[in-house]
């Protein structure tokens, strides 16, 4: 009974993670039927309808939302204790499932990839990347890179390296326009704006103990970092963004710091995953590359010359 209790909850939770019943097959190595089968069998357990389904989407019931938040922190303790016995056995294995910001990703992990699958071959890595800040528990991720605050105490954080946000706009931009000598001056700028930052229309800045927190407009929005840095680079106005992001830019003069003298909100970038008692070795390996992918110190921090300061 107990194994075919936990097949159907394993179905459940793939499905959940997952998002499609073709996805959770795919995860568990079955086919779609059986996972229907499963699904169908913990319902008729339970007598309850545990999801909506459609052609278009799934979703939880009522029913089943309260039963997941039940069961979930028992089949991670499960997952949990089969890990750690793959890992006392030999090198880490298994599938490994991470969230990473874009931008960063795309200039710091992703050249990585192959040298690391390389070195692990027992692990195959899902990575996904978004800027979003996705639930780790409720989506089924190992691990996430977040870059900022950390607000979610259900999760284990690990410093990888400073950062800072600075402003930063091309030679001709600020050539044509008129570099600002003050916080104030930005609202005659064109602005660019990262839609994911907390109050994207205003921005605050700090200088000792004077906080100022200026509106600022601008006709180019965007939720990834790359285009609105091509968009400075090509003049396009003055941008809030992260040193890592431009740091080469900075170096080769492409790009120069507006109103270095004022200092933004600060942020850190850290690793993120759920705070378990045993972290499997899969996860401690990635942690691991990050930190070899990043440097110490940071890559971009030897390009700008040293340490971020604040």
């Known amino acids: 009974m107990l194994g075919g209790l936990y097949s159907e909850l394993e179905a459940f939770e793939a499905i959940l993670t997952q998002g499609s019943f073709t996805a959770a097959a795919r995860q568990l190595g079955v086919t779609t039927g059986a996972i229907t089968r499963r ?14 389904r459609s052609t278009r989407r799934l979703s ?36 490994l499932r991470v969230s990473l910001p874009m931008n960063f990703g795309r200039l710091y992990v992703t050249p990585r990839l192959p040298a690391f699958l390389q070195r692990w071959p027992g692990i195959a890595l899902d990575a996904q990347f978004d800027d979003r800040y996705v639930d780790l ?18 999760l284990v954080a690990r410093r990888l390296a400073d950062t800072r946000r600075i402003l930063v706009a091309s030679p001709d931009y600020l050539q044509r ?4 000598r003050a916080p104030g001056e930005l609202v005659g700028h064109d602005c660019l704006h ?46 809030q963004t992260a040193t890592f992001a431009v740091a080469q830019e900075l170096a080769d003069g492409r790009l120069c710091e507006v109103l270095p003298d004022w200092s933004l909100v ?31 110190p940071a890559h971009w921090e030897r390009l700008l010359g040293g340490p971020p300061h604040g």
């Open 194 to 239: 990262y839609t994911l930052f907390r109050d994207v229309a205003t921005w605050e800045f700090h200088r000792g103990r004077e906080t100022l927190r200026v509106p600022v407009r601008g006709r180019l929005r965007s939720n990834y970092g790359a285009p609105l840095v091509e968009a400075a680079l090509h003049g396009g106005g003055i941008l």
């Open 137 to 154: 528990i409720g989506e089924g991720y190992d691990l996430a890179i977040r870059i900022g605050a950390l607000d979610d105490s259900r």
């Open 39 to 52: 699904l169908h069998a913990l319902e008729t357990r339970l007598g309850a309808k545990l999801l909506n």
């Open 266 to 296: 600060p942020i850190g970038l850290y690793a993120v995953y759920p705070g378990r008692e045993y972290r499997p070795r899969k996860v401690e390996v990635f942690i691991d590359f990050l930190e070899e992918a990043i440097g110490r």
């Open 60 to 95: 939880l019931t009522e029913s089943g939302r309260d039963y997941y938040a039940q069961i979930a922190p028992a089949l991670a303790q499960i997952a949990s204790a089969a890990e750690r016995v793959h890992d006392l056995g030999g090198e880490p294995r298994g599938e």
């Open 177 to 180: 326009r008129g570099a600002p």
